[in-house]
């Protein structure tokens, strides 16, 4: 890690998710030293508080406590976990090998820079992969084409997006409004800011 640099800090929201949690804090535990999380657990009846809590490391938070929902579980998580480059994952997302690394690096050699996007590759349950999805929205009427953009597979996917903790702030976190769209409401928010 770069001298000074403190780590990438990632939500992860869940609610019963003990079927694919330990590969997805397995993925974030191999970042090292460059990335922590805060898992925000919404009151799982399952395994899931005994992985997290195994999977644990000096940093990393387990939290569990009833939520409104997705957006409300991470605006707790958020405002909590600290870190000026952020970013959540869902309890079956798993981050590439080097992921933490190369979006720290970038946001540090790049301090105009308030938001990073990449690529996916998306797998079944087993783990094989089935293909890959690149984001590519450069500006607000493109964010805001659902028909061209959107239905044609050039959206953002939530585990590819990163961002200063700083844009967070001043858009105002995640709405509540939106139970299955709070991300895009997030999304457009941050490309006006």
Known sequence: MNPGTEPLVLAVPVFNA????????????????HLRWWLQDAGSNDRTLEIARSFSRA??????????GQSDGLNRAFRKMGGSIVGFINGDDLLM???AKRVLDYFHEHPEIDL?????EWIDRTGTPSGVHSGRIGSLPEMLDIYNVWWRKRQWVQPEVFFRRSLWEKVGGFSTR???AFDYDFWVRCIRA
């Open 59 to 68: 940093g990393d938070t387990v939290q569990s406590e009833r939520d409104e």
């Open 18 to 33: 003990e079927e694919f949690l330990a590969s997805t804090l397995e993925s974030l535990n191999a970042q090292g030293p």
């Open 116 to 120: 990073v996007y990449g690529q996916v």
């Open 178 to 180: 939106w139970n299955l």
């Open 97 to 99: 090998p080097g992921c």
